[in-house]
């Protein structure tokens, strides 16, 4: 599997911006794709992630209400809508995909990544 991210920037605290991550290579029933971030300093955290076939979707707490994930299986990309951004969630995000995810294992660890795209919010 192959993954690559984009639609990352500079906005300001409040608006809102959409992440796109392209998939290509072979998906199973029990593919997931997860969206994560590293914060400078920090460990990298899980954001969210959906499944591949049924498109069940999952959120961290500290995005759940505020960003949307969603994918597009015919255009083989999965989005992450980000609202209300806040100076927290500059990170470098990527995705990744687990072609055989299960319950427990949509946090992570994930096998595939794709490339980062930085997000940065100013206040």
């Known amino acids: 599997v192959q993954l690559q991210a984009s639609g990352g920037g500079l906005v300001q605290a409040g608006d809102s911006l959409t992440l796109s991550c392209a998939v290509s290579?072979?998906?199973?029933?029990?593919?997931?794709i997860g969206w994560f971030r590293q914060a400078p300093g920090k460990e990298r955290e899980f954001v969210s992630a959906i499944t591949w076939s049924a498109g069940r979707t999952y959120y961290a707490d500290s995005v759940k209400g505020r960003f949307t994930i969603a994918r597009d299986n015919a255009k083989s990309t999965v989005y992450l809508q980000m609202n209300s951004l806040k100076p927290e969630d500059t990170a470098v995000y990527y995705c990744?995909?687990?072609?055989?995810?299960?319950?427990?294992?949509?946090?992570?660890?994930?096998?595939?990544w794709g490339q980062g795209t930085q997000v940065t919010v100013s206040s």
């Open positions: 290579g072979r998906t199973y029933r029990n593919t997931a």
């Open positions: 990744a995909a687990n072609p055989h995810a299960i319950l427990s294992s949509l946090r992570g660890p994930y096998p595939y």
